[in-house]
Each structure stands twice: as structure tokens, then as C-alpha cells.
């Protein structure tokens, strides 16, 4: 099993689609026989989405069935943009479609976030952020994905507004991986707020109403301290990862080791990206399990690089059949209602 998923053989692409769409069969399923909970959708509307997927959210309402199925496209739609990320930055020695798999299995053990959410967009744009920073690693000039980078996070905070903590990793890399132009500093000061310049000429030029802005501001950046009751499933499953990273984290740091800078820095940008997102989520507890399509992103490239590069195939095939038998295992609580 392990030898059929490490190929680059276009049917692999066709069971992973076949595996996203069992995982999200008992949400596809029950969408189908009754609408959409009002409670649920609310949460992850106005609870959880900025102004933008507030807006296309409302355009979503009068079909609410179609808040689960377009949530599995665009979970398809970001293990694509996996799938060429790898490619291009060669992450893993092999091209595969190991990442896309591990994600869709990832997202897959928690059930419970298996909805349109909008921080299945966040992640997408997460990865567009994590793939122009190592592309500035190639050399050290000064680079104006600087200016490019925050500017995507800003927008993404009009999705997601919690997306703002990854300002502090451009600002980790500026201070550990650049050579020191103090104009990257500027430059990414000046890219979070181009996006919110144009919501200020929107709210005093069209709305005229400056209140307006205010409330946007105040939601964007309100913190929510409660903690989430997680469900038994999603207790098991985190702990299976959790478990399987450790396990495959050392590996992972020996293979790296070896490599071109610019793949070395990729993955300790992955490990920041991991610490940055944790760091969110203890701030901000009531981001989980929801924070999971972010964190799931960076656990997928170290995962699939275990997978693709041990020599010993009998131990990848183990860490992959558990993480199938850690989805299975979560889906059959979730379906229990546990």
C-alpha cells in the first residue's frame, strides 16, 4: 500500500478524491436527508468568519446543503495546491501525492469541522504565504515578497481573523533567515495594511459610516477565551497524531539535514508555523478544533516526508496504517456521537 501511494500514477489522485469523499460521507449524507443545523451554520459564520465570509456565507444561506458539499471541494482544492507545492519546492525527494493524502486524512479524523468553514480558505492562503517565504530563501537580496506576504495575511484576516498571528512569522523569518534590510521590516508593515486601507476608503467612501469600521475592527481582533469541550473522537485522534509526529519527528530532522538550505529553512519554517499556530490556539482556545485545517497543513509535509523517504517499508506502512485506522476509529465515534 505504502509503494501505490508513493507513486506519481495518476489513479492515486483518484482514490485520494474516493478517500476525501468517505471521510465526509456521514456529514455529505445527513446534509442530504435534512437541512443543515441553523446553530451550526451560525457558528461557523458569524462566530468564526470575518466580514468576507460573512458575506459569501449569506449569498450561501437560501442552499444550506451546499455549505457541506462546497466545504469537501475546497478540501479538495487545498490538497491540489499541496500536491504542487511539493512539486515545485521538491520537499520530499520523490514526487508524490503523499501530502494530499495525509491532509485529507488529517482533516479527515475530525469530523466535526466538516462544513464550509472559512478557515478552510485561510489555509490556502496560509500555503500561498508558505510558499513565497521559501522562495525567498534562494538567495539573499532584498525581496519584496516582504510586502507581497503580509499583504495576503491581511486579506486573510477578512476570512479568518485570526490569521493575523502569522505576522509573526514573517516578522521570525525577517529576524532569523534574512540578511537584515531593514526595508523587509517596512515593507511588511506596509503590506498587513494596504487590505486595511481599502476596507477604510470602503467604510468612508461607500458606507459613510466610520462606526461601521469600528465594529469591523472590534470583531476582527476580539479574542474569545472560552474552552472548547472537544469530543471524545477528536481527544483520540489529536493524541494518535500527536503520538506519530513524535515518532517521525527525528527522522524528519536527520533527513533535513543534508539538504539545500532552501529545503532545510522550508521545514523549520513548517516547525514555526506548527509553534505559531499552537501559540494561537493557547491564546485563543475556542480557535480549536477549527484551527485544525491550519495546523493539519505543516503536519502533512513532515508525515508524508517519513512516509516517502524511510527506507524501512515496513515501518512506513505502519505509521500509515494507523493514521487510517486513527480516522476510522474517530469516524465511527463521531457516528456513535462521541
Keep these: 500500500m505504502l509503494s501505490f501511494f508513493r507513486s506519481s500514477k495518476s489513479i492515486v489522485v483518484v482514490v485520494i478524491v474516493i478517500i476525501s469523499v468517505l471521510t465526509w460521507l456521514q456529514v ?6 435534512k437541512n443543515v443545523d441553523e446553530s451550526t451554520t451560525a457558528v461557523f459564520s458569524d462566530k468564526y468568519g470575518a466580514f468576507l465570509f460573512q458575506l459569501l456565507s449569506g449569498w450561501l444561506v437560501f442552499i444550506p446543503d451546499f455549505f457541506v458539499w462546497f466545504g469537501l471541494v475546497l478540501l479538495l482544492l487545498a490538497a491540489i495546491i499541496l500536491i504542487f507545492v511539493n512539486a515545485r519546492l521538491h520537499l520530499n525527494d520523490k514526487i508524490s501525492f503523499l501530502p ?11 469530523p466535526y469541522i466538516h462544513l464550509f468553514s472559512p478557515v478552510i480558505i485561510a ?12 522562495g525567498s530563501f ?23 481573523q485570526y490569521m493575523y498571528f502569522y505576522m509573526l512569522v514573517v516578522w521570525l523569518v525577517i529576524a532569523l533567515w534574512r ?32 462606526t ?3 465594529v469591523f475592527f472590534s470583531e476582527a481582533f476580539s479574542v474569545y477565551r472560552v474552552i472548547p469541550s472537544l469530543p471524545v473522537s477528536v481527544i483520540i485522534f489529536f493524541a494518535i497524531i500527536i503520538a506519530l509526529v513524535v515518532f517521525v519527528f527525528g527522522y524528519v530532522l536527520r533527513y533535513i539535514s543534508s539538504k539545500k538550505t532552501a529545503i532545510r529553512t522550508g521545514y523549520y519554517l ?8 499552537l501559540l494561537m490556539v493557547l491564546i485563543v482556545p475556542d480557535t480549536m478544533p477549527q484551527a485544525w485545517y491550519l495546523l493539519a497543513f505543516p503536519l502533512s509535509f513532515i508525515i508524508s516526508n517519513y512516509l516517502a523517504n524511510v527506507k524501512s517499508k515496513r515501518l512506513g506502512f505502519v505509521v500509515l496504517v494507523i493514521l487510517f485506522v486513527g480516522v476510522i476509529v474517530a469516524q465511527t465515534f463521531f457516528y456513535f456521537g462521541m
Design 270 to 277: 513548517l516547525m514555526l508555523i506548527v509553534f505559531i499556530t
Design 212 to 214: 461601521q469600521m469600528g
Design 100 to 110: 494530499a493524502l495525509c491532509y485529507i486524512l488529517l482533516i479527515g479524523g475530525v
Design 179 to 210: 540578511p537584515g534590510y531593514w526595508r523587509e521590516w517596512v515593507f511588511s508593515v506596509l503590506g498587513f495594511a494596504l487590505p486595511l486601507f481599502f476596507v477604510f476608503a470602503w467604510f468612508f467612501l461607500v458606507e459613510d459610516d466610520l
Design 28 to 33: 455529505l449524507l445527513t446534509s442530504l436527508w
Design 138 to 160: 534562494e538567495n539573499e537580496h532584498l525581496s519584496y515578497r516582504y510586502f507581497i506576504v503580509p499583504a495576503i495575511i491581511s486579506f486573510a484576516t477578512f476570512f479568518y
Design 123 to 134: 489555509m490556502m492562503m496560509l500555503v500561498a504565504v508558505f510558499f513565497l517565504l521559501v
